[in-house]
């Protein structure tokens, strides 16, 4: 009998708990993160559902790092002059037209392939539990039934059945409880992943989306298989950084730590914050304008990493203040001392995605799809069996192959900041705490109120960081101290085979680490 350790990371303590007992059963990483992934479904609906997509990158102790792209495609009779006709210049965020194949159950299937050791049935058994038993709505969640962003919901039949039973919204700590979720994972635990995407559930959730006008088909579910991809890498100092590569935007986190080192960025949380802001600027405006579906569009990655970094985005070339979308992801970090390592970031993309939720199975889905151009001239503009733009991207770092830093959040267009100013602190010799709880500055329509030339700011970011930003040109947009659409990350560090676990103080989330006895066990 073996000492074996095991650490995850979440925004919502249940969804910690139900890893760490993955871990405790006899399970891994990857056993650990999909169950926590899975009671999210259930306990953080704004950010995620079984109607979502989801992107991974896993390393697994023969030191192979892969990434899983399970986002879902475009139906097969979804082309671009069809949603033109139908909805104009672009795809509106609360239709069945904004839905594509949810990947994620997929993304589980495929994620399990690369070394489960519990079985599929208790991995999903305690969403089934909680789904069944009701939770206590959490704050993040009540402030987003609440947000008068979400007021367009208030009509809706799908959303006020289940946040809004009896007339009146649910409240932090009032019971949220999923009966028809319940019985879908009982099926999924019974049936496995396939009857997601074939048979009576997927019968049930097809005929709910036609019915409010998507093109969506059986084929288009039975036939949505993940992609296995290499992770885009760099060098930043000792470490490698693995990201995950187009059709997601994980460049621009590589190409912005390529720019400290060969610009020689001096202190890029502090005096040199501006100048970090100016380089994720441009790399802004690189995703809106050359990011799409490699498999679909000419996609050059290799000059989306390594293109000439003397170019600097001009300011005032975009519209005024936008509405951002709030809600957004989550993000799930694990690893263990067999050398297993997950990052796992799943989403229903704006809080409570499409707002359709399938009454007969409970699932609610994302609405990724508003993602999509409808420019004919866009490298992301919508095709049949296409995967939009997404801003889906886990992280991880090495150093001499052993794995030191895994990175996961929510934050959006934002989210190659957040890890990239994680990883500055993590470098610096920050606590995996400190590194997550730390200020943040964002550049980008991150908030109401912002512009593509704004940098939002939390209140607690220090003077010196302020003055650089106001050297900048940016327009700083101040908000509170961990405000959650500043994101909320969370980390597992390992150094020298000790592990911390971080949750971010912008989620309702923990972090975990904890030694376990350990036998042979053969996962089903």
């Not at 700590?173 to 997927?202: C, K, M, N, W």
């Not at 989403?347 to 004919?376: C, E």
Request: glycine share 10%; proline share 6%.
């Amino acid at each position: 009998m073996s000492t074996f350790t095991g650490a995850l990371a979440s925004p919502h303590a249940l969804a910690t708990e139900a890893g760490m007992a993955a871990f405790a059963e006899g399970g891994n990483a990857i056993d650990a993160a999909i169950s926590a992934a899975a009671v999210l479904t259930v306990v953080y609906p704004h950010n995620v559902a079984l109607g979502g997509d989801l992107i991974a990158i896993v390393r697994t102790p023969d030191g192979i790092i892969r990434c899983v792209n399970a986002s879902g495609w475009s139906g097969a009779q979804a082309t671009a002059e069809r949603m033109r006709t139908r909805h104009g210049r672009s795809l509106p965020a609360r239709h069945a037209d904004s839905v594509t194949v949810p990947g994620g159950v997929r993304g589980w299937e495929a994620l399990r392939s690369l070394g489960c050791r519990i079985s599929w049935a208790q991995t999903l058994a305690p969403a089934q539990r909680v789904a069944e038993a009701g939770v206590a709505v959490a704050k993040s969640l009540a402030h987003h039934i609440a947000d008068p962003e979400n007021a367009d919901l208030a009509e809706s039949e799908d959303f006020c059945r289940v946040f809004r039973p009896g007339g009146r919204m649910l409240a932090t700590g009032e019971v949220l409880v999923q009966p028809a979720l319940a019985s879908t994972f009982a099926a999924l635990r019974q049936q496995g992943p396939d009857a997601f995407y074939t048979g009576a559930l997927a019968d049930s959730m097809l005929a709910h989306l036609g019915k409010h006008g998507s093109c969506l088909t059986a084929a288009d579910f039975a036939e949505f298989t993940p992609e296995f991809t290499e992770p885009l890498s760099a060098r930043f100092g000792d470490l490698t950084v693995l990201t995950s590569p187009p059709n997601t935007h994980g460049f621009a986190m590589l190409r912005a730590l390529r720019a400290i080192e060969e610009r020689d960025v001096a202190d890029p949380l502090g005096a040199g914050i501006g100048t970090l802001m100016r380089i994720f600027h441009h790399g802004n405006v690189l995703r809106e304008r050359r990011l799409g579906d490699p498999r679909l569009s000419d996609i050059d990655t290799h000059a989306l990493v390594n293109g000439a970094l003397g170019e600097v985005a001009e300011l005032g070339k975009h519209p005024g203040p936008v509405l951002v979308p709030h809600g957004d992801t989550v993000g799930v970090a694990a690893a263990d001392s067999d050398g297993f390592a997950v990052s796992l970031i799943q989403s229903v993309y704006h809080a409570f995605g499409s707002g359709l939720i399938d009454p007969g199975t409970g699932v609610l889905f994302h609405n990724r799809g508003t993602s999509f151009s409808l420019d004919p001239d866009s490298p992301n503009v919508i095709a049949p069996r296409k995967r939009p733009a997404h801003t889906l991207m886990p992280a991880l770092t090495t150093r001499d192959g052993a794995v030191r830093h895994v990175l996961a959040t929510m934050g959006g267009q934002g989210q190659p900041q957040i890890l990239t100013q994680v990883l500055l602190h993590a470098v610096a010799g920050d606590s995996a705490q400190s590194a997550v709880s730390a200020p943040r500055a964002i550049a980008g329509g991150q908030v109401d109120g912002a512009t593509a030339d704004s940098v939002v700011v939390e209140a607690d970011l220090e003077a010196q960081a302020r003055e650089s930003l106001h050297a900048s040109g940016l327009s700083m947009v101040e908000v509170p101290v961990h405000t959650e659409a500043m994101g909320q990350a969370n980390v597992v560090f390992v150094d020298a085979g000790a592990m911390q676990a971080a949750s971010d103080p912008r989620s309702d989330g923990a972090g975990m680490v904890a030694h376990y006895p350990r036998g042979p066990l053969t996962g089903g």
